[in-house]
């Protein structure tokens, strides 16, 4: 059965810092996805991670695969505070269909 | 185009009543799930379709019936309702084969069981 799980589940910081947000899944998978979701509102897709070792970068967010390591990043440079949400992770089932599992989230605050 | 629909938005039932929640896409999908978000739990899958007249289970089906008579269209109906099931269900879509199956999700509905 696979199971994801991000780490932090909380995170705070300042206005100008980076950080990392860490994805760890159970078992062999191709696909793992990056979700944003502001509070009461839908998840907006961020990242598509379809292969080892790819990375994808927008603006100051920057995710990574190593399916090897079963282990996906999301790097935030520069923290702004638009940046607070909430952040999932969610990787593919591989033996069928489209399903996901989720991590719990990552609750990011940035303060000014 | 509207994207991925959902109705009601919020909806208060009392245990045992019954309810459809529904769901609608416009962008051809045939992929078509639900989801529940409870805190602290992410999102678990509930039922998903590959098309029409095709539908299997998730991780947390009970209480839950699905059918997808058309592409567009997937209603989740919950069969007699219990406080357990208080929680914002997600509507998601995407395309199947041959496609990243990125999903594409619906602004949710909260339901509150009492």
């Known amino acids: 059965e696979l199971k994801v799980e991000q780490n932090p589940l909380f995170l705070s910081m300042q206005e100008g810092k980076n950080y990392t947000i860490y994805c760890n899944y159970s078992?062999?998978?191709?696909?793992l996805y990056w979700y944003r979701q502001d509070p009461g509102k839908s998840l907006e897709s961020l990242f598509v991670?379809?292969?080892?070792?790819a990375v994808k970068q927008e603006g100051r967010l920057m995710a990574s695969l190593d399916t090897k390591a079963r282990l996906s990043t999301l790097h935030i440079t520069a923290a702004v505070h638009d940046l607070s949400a909430t952040y999932f992770c969610a990787v593919a089932v591989i033996q069928g269909a489209q399903k996901l599992v989720f991590g719990q989230g990552t609750r990011l605050t940035i303060n000014p | 185009n509207a994207g991925v629909t959902q109705t009601p938005k919020f909806q208060v039932l009392k245990t045992g009543q019954s309810m459809t929640l529904q769901c609608a896409q416009d962008m051809n999908h045939e992929y078509m799930s639900w989801y529940r978000q409870d805190p602290g739990m992410g999102l678990r899958l509930i039922h998903y379709s590959v098309g029409a007249g095709i539908t299997d289970q998730g991780e947390v089906p009970n209480g839950y019936n699905v059918s997808r008579s058309t592409t567009e269209d997937f209603p989740l109906r919950l069969l007699s309702a219990a406080p357990s099931q208080t929680s914002v269900y997600f509507c998601?879509?995407?395309?199947?084969?041959?496609?990243?199956?990125?999903?594409?999700f619906g602004e949710g509905s909260r339901l509150t069981v009492l």
């Open positions: 998601a879509s995407s395309y199947y084969q041959g496609s990243t199956g990125e999903l594409f």
């Open positions: 078992t062999t998978s191709d696909r």
């Open positions: 991670l379809l292969s080892n070792g």
